[in-house]
Nanobody, 127 residues
Framework: QVQLVESGGGLVQPGGSLRLSCAAS????????MGWFRQAPGKEREFVAS????????YYEDSVKGRFTVSRDNAKSTVYLQMNSLKPEDTAVYYC????????????????????WGQGTQVTVSS
């Protein structure tokens, strides 16, 4: 019933930009904090960014601070990740995830804190 569908991935050169979208359905979107995670080949899934249910606070992994921006449009049940100044080390499958707001005041960085996950979208940064 619940679906999170990522889009916007692709191949970009270092220094380029991509905007990822995650459209949610089957849930009351404003009841959930939303997070972005990524997983590179041979690596564990890692936290990238998150945003509180209302959009009033955002959180970022240190390596993406100043380059990535997470935002949401609750009226459209969509969360976004604007990625600028992309680096080869940003190459990964990017996933969005939903964390029920009633359990925690902040979204959290652990994969276990998120109830629902999308299928992911590939981001490749290469010249």
């Amino acid at each position: 019933q619940v679906q999170l569908v990522e889009s916007g991935g692709g191949l970009v050169q270092p220094g380029g930009s991509l905007r990822l979208s995650c459209a949610a359905s089957g849930l009351t979107f404003s009841m959930y904090h939303m997070g972005w995670f990524r997983q590179a080949p041979g690596k564990e899934r890692e936290f990238v960014a998150s945003i509180r249910w209302s959009g009033d606070s955002t959180y970022y992994e240190d390596s993406v601070k100043g380059r990535f921006t997470v935002s949401r449009d609750n009226a459209k049940s969509t969360v976004y990740l604007q990625m600028n100044s992309l680096k080869p080390e940003d190459t990964a499958v990017y996933y969005c995830a939903a964390n029920l707001r009633g359990r925690t005041a902040v979204p959290g960085q652990g994969t276990g804190e998120y109830r629902y996950w999308g299928q992911g979208t590939q981001v490749t940064v290469s010249s």
